[in-house]
Every structure is written in C-alpha cells, then in structure tokens.
C-alpha cells in the first residue's frame, strides 16, 4: 500500500530538474564561497576556511554537495532519454549540439572546481588537464592556455569556472527547457537534501604536499585508463568519439540507434567498473593497495563532519608561514621536536596521520597513528616520498630487521639447510625445530617488532621500525606523557618525545647485549652466568633482564668518548639496499679508514653521492670543500670526519662534539711481510666473551615466549649454557681475503634432537664464529699471546710445551679440558694440536682454523720467542724478513722439529 | 538598364542578409580566436625566458628544484624538466636516482630523463643548462637543450 506512496515521494521530479535544482544552489553557494576563496593561495584560503570559518566551510560543503548531485543527476537525466529514446523529440539539431558540448564543460566545472582546491590532487589534475587540451590538434595550446593556465596560477581555472563554465551550463539548460527555475516544491526537496549533506558531510580536502594523487571520484575512470594507455591522445579520442555518437543518435535508423545506446550502456558499465576498482584499490603512486590500507587514507569520499554553525570564532590563529592543520589548533605550543621535524614546518600529519581539517578532537584522531614509524605503517610515515623513502626501504632489506644470518645458521645447526648462506625473514619463520628455538631464544630482536606504547622503550620492547633508534624520551618529554594520558595536562607545556639521529649506545645495547655482546664489550662489561659474579672483587653490573656483568676492559674508542654511530654509519646500520647474508658483509667502517699510513681514501662535501649525505651536511653546515674519509670497502662517507691538507684525519663524536686526531698504524705493523695477513683486529682486540658450550633441549611441559608472536607458549626449547670467559680471541683464517681474523665459539652446542616432535637422535656443532671484539687496546697483544697461546692458535686452554732433545725441540700440547667424545677435541678447541680440522668448523663457508702448516709456522716462531726476548732484535729482523734471519740463526738455536 | 546596373543587381542577389551575418559571424569568431592565439602562450613564453643561477658546488646525483632537476656526475650537469612525458604531471624524488610519477606510476632515470617504468615512453625533456664562467654560476633555462632562442 505504502510503496507506491513512497515511490511517487521519492520520485518527486525528474532527474532533470533534479540537476537544475542543485544547479542553482550550487551557482549561488558558488557566489558566496568566492568571499572567503583566495585563487592566489587556493589551498592555504580553503584550509583556513576549513579550519577557522564555520560559516565558509558550510558554504563550501554545500556549494560541493550541490556540484555532486548536479552531476550525478545530469548523468541520470541522460540516461533517462536514452533508455526511453526521447533524444528524438529534439528536432532542432543546433540545440542537440549544444546539449552534447555542454557535456564537455559539464566535466570541466566538475574537475575545475577539483583544481581550485589547490591541495596535491588539484595541483597535478591541472596538469594532466592542461596536457590533455594541449594534445587536441591545431587548438591545444589554445585550449590549454585559455581553460587550464599556467603553473601555480589559478586565474584562467578560477574564471572559466565562475564565469563561462557557469554562463554555459545555464545557457543550455535554457537552451533546452526555456527556463532556469524548477518547481519551487523540487527544489525546496534538493535544497533540503544538500542541507543534510553539508550539516553533516565536509567536502573533501587534501594535503598540499600528498603524494597520492587521486582526481574527483567521478574522474578516477579517466585516470586509471590513463595509467593503462602510454597515449593520453587516445582519451581525448575516445571521447570524441563517444560524444560523436551521442550527437548523431538522434538521426540513426532504429536499429543502429539500439546498437549505439548498448556500446554506450558497455562503456558506462566499464567506466564505472575502472572507476570503482581505481577508488578502492589503488593509492600512492599508483600502485596496488588494499582495501583496508585506502580506508585510512588521507582523502575519504564520504567525511562525517558535522558542521559547528554556532561555534564562536576560534581564538587559536596559526601564523601564515605555519602548516593548515587543524592539529596545531590545540598542539601549537608543543616542543620538544628538533628543526628536522619542526611542527610548524611539516605538521602533525605527516606522521600521525589523522584528519588535518576536523575540528572536533574525536574527528581529528581519526585513523591517527599513534606510534608512527613501526614497519606496519612506516610507508605512510617516516617512508613517504616526501620523507624519507630511500631509508625505509633500506631498512626491510637490512639484516637487523631480517635476521638473515642468524637464522641460516641456526636452521644450519638444525640440519634445515644445507646452506650457511641463505637469505631468510624473521617474519616468515614457521614452527619448525630451528623456528621455534629461534621464537624462544633469539626472534626479539629485530626492527620489525611493534612498539605499540608511548614512552621509552622498556628492555624487552625491541625493534619498534625507525623509533629503535630515532626516538629519545626526554624526563621532561616522559612527564608530559604521562600527564597526557591522565588527562591533566591542561595547563602544563606539552612535550614531544625528540626524534633525531643522535643515538646513544644505549639503543644499541638491548639487542647487542646477546650474541657477540659487542655492546657490553665495548664499554668494558662482560657477561658471567646469572645471577653470579665470578670476583667478589670486580666491579659489576646487573641487566634488567638479571644478567650480572663483570667490568672487564673498555674498547679504547669508548675510552676516548666514542658512541656507536661515531664509527657506524646509517648505511652500516640501516642497510644499504642490497640483502646481506651475514654482518660482516653489511658493515662498511673497516680500521684502515682512520688508522691509515697510506693516502687517505676521502671525498669533498660538495661531492657527496647520496642525498642522505647530503642533507646531514646541510643540516650541519658542513663546508662544501671540506675532505671527509670514504670508506674503502663500499665507499660510504664518515661525515663525521674531516682531512687535512697533510693527510690527517680528524673525528668529532657525533653526540659530545668532542674532536679526535686519529693516528696512523705504528711501525711494526706494516713492518715486512710477517705480519701483513693479520687483520687489526687480530692484535688490538683485548678480549671476547667465549662460551666453552651449551647444550639445547626442548622441555614439553615448561611454559616459554615466542618472542615473534610476543605470546606465552607451552614447550620451550632451553639452552643450558657453560661458563663464559673474557679471554684474547681464537685466531683463524678469513679465506676470502686470506687474512688472518679474530674469532670466537659462535655454534658449540649440542641439540637433543628427540626432545621435539617428530625428532630424531641428537647432533653436535663446534662451529666458530668470526669476531669483531669491539674491545680494541691501542697496545697490542704480545707475540708470545699468540705464537705460544694454544688458545689463540685453536688448540683451546691448556699448556704448550717446548722440549728440546738434542739439536732439535718438539712441541706438546696438554688440554685443561676434556675431550668431547663427540670429536675427540678438547670442549674449548677450534681445532686439535697438529691436525687438520672437520669440517664444517664455522659459522661461514670462508672462516677456518689455522691448517697444519699454518700451525706449524706459528708454533716455529714461537719456539724462537722461548729463547729470545719479543723486543730483542732477533725478533725484529726476523719481522722484517724471517727467512734472511732464520738463515743468519746461530749454532745454538734449537730448532723445531 | 546599364550592364554595370545589372551586375550589381546581382551581386545583391548573391549576398543576402542572411549570408551577409554568416559571414560577419565567422570573421568576428576568426578574429576572437587570433587574439585568443596571440594571447595564449603568453605566460609560458614569460617563463620560458626566465633564468634560473645556481652556485657551481651541486651536490652528486639529484637537485630538485620543482620545474626542472638537475643531475649531477662525475662528467656532466645535466637539466630536465620535470614535467612527465605522459600526461603532464610533475615528478617527484624517489629512491636513489629514481623519479617517479604519482599520477599514473611512470618512473625515469634521473642520469638519462630515460623512461624505467610505464605508462610514460619518452624520456624527459632535458633543457639548457650552462655554466656562466664570470659569475661562476650554472644557468638554467626551461628551453628545450640545444634550442636557444
């Protein structure tokens, strides 16, 4: 009974006089919104209407919400005679044409009132609007210049849409109908229908700087053909066309009139197919996005604000040269970020995300982004192209968010790969038994885990994406956070958390406090077994997660007040684009770049090949003239250093701005050719942790952590450690550059295999592990350290003996720890005494242990260094030329066997 | 009747009033549209004929600087335009010594304006960019390289 009631209501008139109607309000809201509208700042005059003019933003919503129905119901109106082929009844056929041309200007009032925005959007679809005219023949640049204008001008857009835009379209409908005005009860209706849309709906507006460029919904269709053709001329053809067809319907016999309006019927369907999948699915440059990623995007179609007629006028005024965000209308007074990311400058947006034009405090939170810079939105954050793209996607690439080379070696262990070398992603780790010891033992640290709270990070809360290391919690910033979150804040100065690049060591710590330690090495501790300390007397420090630490020795870099990032470059530690293998392949600072006797590899600001590089300079008003140190192994500037006309190196701490003189290699080491396989590394490094071994079983019944999930576990694998010992570092050979280099026990463990499901029978590993101690003295280790150490030759702890019968003298050797049966090696060697190792024995395919000849040169120097006195002269000729005095050795020396 | 009578007789026939308004119509269109013709362009002409100096230390690799770019290596500068040979958009910075287009996804190498990813197809238009030895200055011009006018 009701419905056809209801039908008659809603069809109260055509969708001719429909579009009529809305055409009126919108001319008239169009007269009003040009007193608040300024063409020559479009975008800062639309924002501020936005942001402090209820009444102008009223107006402007209702001068889009009308633009929209016109629109629409001017297509419907279309349609509407199509499908009852009335296109007929207009004989004249010079009111046909204009009805068809006005078509055109239809479509360019709707897409010129997008340009007059002025955000990124309008900016670039004027462009693509000026490109199209101007491919038109014979008339583009005419059509171009008259109906697009120049570059940052909006004056021809702005008048042509006032004004012959405007003029035309009334002038059709005339044209058409012989009158302007709809019946008075249809458009009290659309004035009332547009009434409820502008109290409610806020025209969209988007950022100046966005770098997703989406036209007017209506027009997404035209770009994504657009996208699809590498000849925009083909649109303006295809239009053409369309219209050509429209024009000459009328005059069609019957049969190809009906063939006309379906091809015409297929190319609406296909439109509004292209325009609903470019809507939905595609986002930043075009490219692919979810549906769920574009629903938080900045620019919705559909903005539920409603509008705050009755508002009094906002006494917060943000100065002309600040960013129009509505954010800084209640964050103004916000400090505590540094110049690089200064609010003023950028806003809030740019990272937080959030509506920029709302002015309620619900509406402007919406879709924030409350930790910005965490791998899951770092793309819309600190990743966006007008940010800092290159980093970001170094930084998935990176192996502290890929954990690459720990997982090959551990899936190694576990006889999941046969490879030591392949490439892996900590995210895509199963529940295999290599996956899940990593889950429990070693999956926390990498830049892929969520922070997901304010504040400083506690020591179990990792990774975190780009605040890792960028995010410093000031006490004052802390206190401001915690008074936010209480909600009393009111009247106290609002503090933001600092984000910067200066990164302190403890950044670094919480996740290289494991491992080789290199953290805890650096400034001197090293970690004993929990919860003990082996010297009562030592000093001694506890983690927050109860590991005791003994104070052993600091690195001589961290005496002189070096941090981290003094040495470490953002390359080295953000990656540099390419996948790694394993850490040593990653780090670019070698010694050699500062401690150099030779011509000092460096490089002029001026020339710096990375805009990364280049902006840090900037910031830091570095001379463009100014030598800085290259790095010889992938050519990475230390910006932190400078070269003198003389060749000197100077290095200023990043963090204290204290200033260094980096000295050249002393004398003996670069002496002759006895020496010159040794790394630095091999002398200078005073100690490294080492582990005689551990053993791993998985306990079914103990409660674990999957440190990936972040959730409890039932079942945990454990690792039963040995004691752990600060000594000099083994010594091995790097094949690859055929050096000799530190190492240290990296995988000696057993693996009880059966403990988990479905395993079978139990493995032993002695793989050692190639070290960079970060414990450097500038005195070097003795000769006899090595040359009479079984420690350092690979034999493990014990004593190496010299007897001498006769002429002759002969080393023994005698382990202080057993044998493991596993392979007849002392538990702490690498290898065994004169012999050559198994292998595998490392933790990479070009890490060894010292081959028997090797051994045996060695252990021949050493037989001499019993005798004579490692500063003697003997021993300095010797360094200088062995084999020369060797030949000169006197009667009395007992040579080795 | 004189002959020269007759002529004009006939003539008359020949332009009626309403021919007469055809053709007064079309002349007052052709004019329209060669003022519009001598007035279009004009802005871009003006721009065209701006000079646009930089310092002579350019950083390695990419300057943006809007309209146009300017690359630098080891052996040359180089300018372009930064206007997307596809369908006009404005390029912008993107990793490495990658440009890239947000409209429609087009991507090019900055060292050569050469397209790397579609829809675009033609390179991007290099334009003149000269050292001014006096000033010790690198002058840009938004003409095409090898145009000078």
Known sequence: ??????????????????????????????????????????????????????????????HYWSAQLFFIFSVLHVYDHLSKSTETNIRDRRTWLNLCLVLIFLGYEMISGFILK????????????????????FFG???????????????????????????LLFVAVYDHVKTIWPKRKSWIIVFLIILFFSLMFRAPLGQADSQQIKGPWFFVGIQEMLHLTSHPAYIIVLIFILLSLVFFLPRFRKNYSILTKRILMVAGILYLTMTLVALLFRGENWEWKSWKENQSSEEQLLIFDPVDLFSSDKPVIIPDNQKRESCLLCHSAMTGLSESHNPAVMGCVACHLGDAYATSKSKAHRNMILVPGNFTNVKQTCGTQNCHPDMSNRMQKSLMTSQSGIIAVDKFVFGETASLNDSFQVKNLGYSAADTHLRNLCAGCHLGMEKTKTGNAEWLERGGGCNACHLHYSDEATQSMKRMKAKNSANSPEIHPGIDIQV???????????????????????????GTTANNLAKTRVLPDERVLEFRQADVHHEKGMSCIDCHTSYDLMGDGKHHTHKEEAVGIQCVDCHNSGKVSSIAVSLLPDKESQMIAWLRKTNPKTKVVQTTKNHQALLNTHVDSLNRIFLTDKLTGKDHESKPPASACTKGKGHSRLSCGSCHTAWVPQCIGCHNSFEKETSGFDML?????????????????????????????NQVVTAMPGMV?????????????????????????????????????????????????????????????????????ALNPNDNLPEDAWTGFLKEAQTPNSTRNTLRPFSVAEQKRILEVGSCLNCHDEKSNEMDQALGNYQQTLARRSKKCVFVE | MSRRMAVIMEKQKLI????????????????????????????TERENRLEFRHGKDFPMGISYFEKYYIFRNDHTVRAFLTKCTHAGCRIGTNTGTILQCNCHGSQFDAETGNPLKGPAIKPLQEIECRFDQKKGQWVVRLQPFGKTT
């Not at chain 1, 700042?41 to 003019?53: G, Y």
């Not at chain 1, 060591?505 to 501790?525: F, Q």
């Open chain 1, 1 to 62: 009974m009701h419905l056809p009631k209801l039908k008659k209501f809603l069809q109260f008139d055509t969708a001719g006089w429909i579009a009529g109607s809305s055409l009126l309000i919108c001319a008239v809201s169009g007269i009003l919104l040009a007193i608040p509208y300024d063409f020559t700042h479009a975008h800062q005059s639309v924002s501020d209407i936005l942001l402090f003019n209820p009444a102008g933003s009223f107006v402007r919503n209702f």
């Open chain 1, 118 to 137: 002025g955000d990124a959007a309008g900016i670039q679809a004027r462009r693509i609007l000026a490109s199209l005219l101007e491919s038109v023949p």
């Open chain 1, 141 to 167: 640049k005419l059509l171009s210049s008259a109906f697009s204008g120049v570059d940052g001008n909006y004056q021809m857009v702005y008048v042509q849409h006032i004004a012959t835009g405007t003029i």
């Open chain 1, 504 to 530: 302190s060591n403890d950044r670094c710590l919480s996740c290289h406090s494991r491992s080789g330690r290199i953290s805890l090495n650096y400034e001197g501790w090293n970690e004993t077994a929990e």
């Open chain 1, 709 to 737: 999930s972040g959730k409890p576990t039932r079942g945990t694998w454990i690792e039963f450690a040995g004691k752990s010992l600060a000594e000099p570092p083994v010594l091995g050979v790097n094949e690859a550059t």
């Open chain 1, 749 to 817: 463990m057993s693996i009880d295999h059966e403990s988990f499901t479905n395993g079978k029978g139990k493995r032993f590993h002695r793989l050692y592990a190639p070290t960079s101690g970060h414990t450097t003295q500038r005195a070097s280790r003795s000769c006899k350290s090595c040359h009479n150490d079984p420690l350092a030759i690979g034999f493990g702890r014990g004593e190496l003996i010299y007897r001498i019968a006769g002429n002759t003298g002969s080393w023994t050797f005698v382990p202080r720890f």
């Open chain 2, 16 to 43: 009626t009033r309403k021919s007469f308004f055809r053709i007064g119509t079309t002349l007052i269109c052709g004019l329209v549209v060669w003022i519009w013709h001598r007035l279009s362009g004009v802005q």
